[in-house]
């Protein structure tokens, strides 16, 4: 079991950035992937970016070149988000997959983007 706790979450005016945390119950450097979902109001949840246990990186290309993904430590995976545009506003998960088709989320943290 995993559990993940996101923070860094907030209203922010567009153009400005935000620079979200998810803390792991324990190391997820050997998980299968890493990532960021996001679920704005009356849409589905959609992946924002994804990092391999290589180091390989995937973002969806609403925000390549303005998102970045990336991990902090053993523990924590950030996603650091530049130039946000009020389309960005949704509530942002972090999720984990593991080697033994395990699925883990966090419970959200909330972005706003105001124009």
């Known amino acids: 079991q995993v559990q993940l706790v996101e923070s860094g979450g907030g209203l922010v005016q567009a153009g400005g950035s935000l620079r979200l945390s998810c803390v792991a119950s324990?190391?997820?450097?050997?998980?299968?992937?890493l990532g960021w979902y996001r679920q704005a109001p009356g849409k589905q949840r959609e992946e924002v970016a994804r990092?391999?246990?290589?180091?390989?990186t995937n973002y969806a290309d609403s925000v390549r070149g303005r998102f970045t993904i990336g991990r902090d430590n053993a523990n924590t995976i950030n996603l650091q988000m530049n130039s946000l545009k009020p389309e960005d506003t949704a509530i942002y998960y972090c999720n984990v997959r593991t080697w033994d088709y395990g699925e883990y989320w966090g419970q959200g943290t909330q972005v706003t983007v105001s124009s």
């Open positions: 324990r190391s997820v450097n050997s998980a299968k992937t």
């Open positions: 990092i391999s246990s290589t180091g390989n």
